[in-house]
């Protein structure tokens, strides 16, 4: 359902909170507790870990409803597997650009194994995870490039070949995670630009245009690529050295293989830019195309 919002990457994801029971008062399963606490630090969206979740830390009184979800903390374990794993995930978020603004893809799924990418630019991350008894998966595509590849969590070292990890056995309860970053965006003036509102076909592409060298100098082929997040998303970081600091105006265009592209039927957008550092632009498609 993320192409109901605006900016499904900006939504906070959580398991638990200040006003529900603590995760393990629900589930006390450690191991199911590390796959929650996997799957939102690696899926869509920005995660809230709720404080002490790091330590275990839980009252069960009353089924762990108010007030005896909310205890005081007891102790603090920098050596906690929770701990170690939230530490190596918030650093793979940071390192990986492709976990916080990029789009995600099913891979495998069954009622107990899901496997899915998280991809942005040539960043990806794949991750698979089993929540029942150990399996073992034939195929399955990771979008990682051929080689060996070394899985996040347990040092482990596969092999790539076609893009696809064969015979991947997942051990009971078990997460894997593969990380490729990419070529990260450099400049004086970066712009994170996101497009929402613009319905687009296979093979269609989503392309920034305007009145500096960045842009192409309105010259639609050499327009700014972004990249799609969903049915209402598409999302780019756009480099600006020349023109960080000056007012530039600028449009969306999309680009159709075989037809003429469309332009957005509008009076150009305007922005100053800053003179360094990274700004937002968040813009609809103007309704009434212009070929």
């Known amino acids: 359902m993320d192409h109901r919002y605006y900016g499904a990457t900006e939504l906070i ?40 979740t790091e330590q275990y830390l839980h009252d069960d009184t009353d089924g762990g409803n108010d007030p005896y979800n909310r205890p005081m903390m007891e102790k603090w374990d920098n050596d906690s597997p929770i701990y170690r794993d939230v530490r190596l995930l918030s650093g793979l978020r940071r390192l990986n650009p492709a976990i916080s603004m990029g789009s995600q893809w099913q891979k495998y799924l069954t009622a107990d194994v899901y496997c899915y990418v998280r991809r942005y630019r040539d960043s990806v991350v794949f991750v698979a995870m089993n929540r029942g008894n150990a399996v073992t998966i034939e195929e399955v595509d990771t979008e990682l490039p051929d080689g060996e590849h070394t899985e996040v969590l347990s040092r482990r070292k596969f092999e790539v070949k076609d893009g696809m990890l064969y015979n991947l056995e997942l051990g009971a309860r078990e997460v894997m995670i593969f990380s490729r970053v990419g070529e990260r965006v450099k400049a004086t003036t970066i712009v994170r630009a996101q497009l929402n509102s613009v319905q687009t076909q296979p093979g269609e592409r989503i392309v920034v245009i305007g009145d500096c060298p960045e842009l192409g100098n309105w010259d639609i082929s050499k327009g700014y690529p972004l990249e799609y997040i969903n049915t209402n998303t598409w999302f780019g970081e756009i480099p600006f050295n020349e023109s960080a ?47």
Request: aromatic share 10%; proline share 5%; with cysteine.
């Open 13 to 52: 994801t959580f398991i638990d909170n200040h006003d529900m029971p603590r995760f393990q008062s629900l589930n006390p399963d450690l191991e199911m507790l590390r796959l929650a606490i996997c799957l939102i630090m690696t899926t869509r969206g920005i995660p809230c870990i709720y404080y002490g």
């Open 245 to 291: 600091g000056k007012l530039i105006s600028y449009k969306y265009a999309l680009l159709r293989e075989g037809q003429s592209p469309l332009r957005e039927n509008l009076v150009c957008r305007r922005w100053v830019l800053v003179s360094e550092g990274t700004v937002k632009w968040r813009d609809k498609w103007a309704s009434g195309r212009e070929s």
